[in-house]
């Protein structure tokens, strides 16, 4: 079986390991950025049109997606674990590994998405009860619950096909399928909810649909079975040797973004205390907050298959500079997000409000502190471009680990428990700590890989130009 490499791929591929560093950087992170960026848009437009209904869906909608964004960690994991694994070997021209690589993925997520899938469905209640579910959101939630289940199996389909895409370079394609998708939801949820008045489970129609769309494309772009990352199921390689690769990468990177994922719903069982309304603010100025850290974490990801490809590709000081480059990008867009989401907050906060005066007071004191420390994420996600990029995912769980059972979790037990702050000011002092906390570890954790992998002359190699 013949494998092929389209041209497009390869005039990409010599751009990144010869061509000029920031150009090769912007053209995968801008398209990158903007995704995620109009992503968090029309998700935040989603939680707007959710708000129209009552507060109190606007709540049982940040419960459930956060309880589905903890089992999809799995698939992010896989797929970013793949991802650095195929990018390595793209730059290194081994392109038989990388449509083995590729197509043993997708077996491996997509039996892994209807596994879990059906046993959520199936113990849906028990599970909603050791999440501390109140009994109003269940009420209110259950069949959006099931649907967001389902719809996990396009999720760990979708997390491969967007990894496979970021790892040979294809940013701007990234960006047209997501647009689409955002679109096409925020259509579906306004046709749905607005126009013809249904409820919570209608946002939920429009995400399946919006994900079935990207599903699709998805399956039309690797239709090529001799080009290296087609589909074919005659490279799916279920051998120990190779799968200990796969897992070996992978499995510190599932495992760090289920603990932070579940650690959010711990904090929002935890936030409960507060009333199931600081539960929905929380949420609310979460989704505001990724307005301006988002993007940064896009750059991050994007950046982490250029490293790897050169360091695949044997430059290693190559790789230092497309670090730097990486790191300025996302302090300029961390520092622009947060002016941005500054600027226009009183809006914001009106779209989320839905005419309850009450509830936009809470968003408000929760994001005024959340916001202070969101310049440290972009430093964390520059840093995890680092780790990702040289295979130190083992750091990349242990650090965040420490964001949410470390730097956050106790933190919240602390108000909770020994001061009389009301909800509003609790969560966002803890959401402040941590991520501050957070991005200076990273900070830290990065001068000492950087030290280890180039000694103690690696900033002269940073700003030296002849490199």
């Keep these: 079986m013949g494998v092929k490499v389209e041209k497009n791929d390869l005039r990409k591929r010599k751009l990144f390991l010869e061509g000029n560093i920031l150009q090769g950087v912007l053209s995968v992170c801008v398209p990158m950025a903007a995704f995620q960026l109009l992503n968090e848009i029309f998700r935040v437009f989603d939680l707007a049109i959710t708000a129209r209904i009552n507060p109190e869906s606007v709540t049982a909608v940040s419960f459930y997606n956060q309880l589905g964004n903890s089992i999809a960690a799995f698939a992010m994991g896989l797929s970013m674990g793949a991802g650095i694994l195929i990018a390595g070997y793209y730059g290194a021209g081994e392109y038989e590994k990388v449509k083995k690589t590729v197509n043993t993925t997708f077996f491996l997520a997509g039996s892994a998405g209807v596994i879990l899938a059906v046993l959520l469905i199936a113990a849906g209640r028990p599970i909603l009860r050791l999440a501390n579910t109140p ?6 939630g259950w069949d959006y619950y099931r649907l967001v289940m389902l719809n996990l199996i396009l999720v760990f389909f979708n997390n491969v ?5 970021k790892a040979r370079g294809n940013g701007s394609r990234i960006l047209a399928v997501n647009l689409l998708m955002a679109a096409s939801k925020f259509a579906i949820s306004w046709f749905l909810v607005v126009v013809m008045g249904k409820g919570i489970v209608a946002v939920a129609v429009s995400t399946l649909a919006a994900n079935l769309f990207v599903s699709c494309t998805g399956l039309y772009f690797l239709r090529d079975p001799e080009d290296a990352f087609g589909l074919s199921p005659g490279y799916i390689t279920l051998c120990p040797a190779f799968l200990h690769k796969i897992f070996h990468i992978s499995l510190p990177i599932m495992a760090e973004k289920f ?3 579940a650690g959010k719903v711990m904090v929002n069982s935890v936030g409960v205390e507060y009333g199931t309304q600081t539960v929905g603010a929380l949420g609310v100025s979460n989704s505001i907050s990724a307005l301006s850290t988002v993007p940064a974490g896009s750059i991050g990801d994007g950046g982490a298959a250029i490293i790897r490809q050169n360091i695949g590709a044997g430059n290693k000081e190559r790789a230092l500079k497309v670090f730097g480059t990486v790191f300025a990008t996302d302090m300029v867009c961390g520092v622009f997000g947060f002016a941005t989401t500054l600027l226009f907050l009183n809006p ?3 779209i989320f409000s839905g005419g309850d005066s009450g509830f936009s007071q809470l968003i408000r004191q929760i994001f005024v502190l959340e916001m202070l420390s969101n310049i440290f994420l972009s430093v964390h996600a520059a840093m995890m471009a680092l ?3 040289f295979g130190y995912t083992r750091l990349s769980f242990f650090l965040n680990f420490s964001r949410l059972f470390v730097f956050r979790l106790p933190v919240l037990l602390f108000f909770l428990y020994c001061t009389d702050l009301t909800g509003g000011t609790v969560m966002g002092l803890v959401m402040m700590i941590s991520n501050g906390l957070t991005g200076i570890f990273a900070l830290v954790l990065g001068v000492i890989i950087l030290h280890r992998e180039y000694g103690a002359g690696w900033i002269r190699l940073l ?3 002849k490199v």
């Design 387 to 389: 780790f990702y990029a």
């Design 161 to 165: 096909y967007i990894a496979i895409e």
């Design 135 to 140: 009994d109003e959101l269940i009420r209110i």
């Design 348 to 350: 914001i906060l009106e």
């Design 463 to 465: 700003f030296d130009r």
């Design 259 to 261: 603990a932070f994922s």
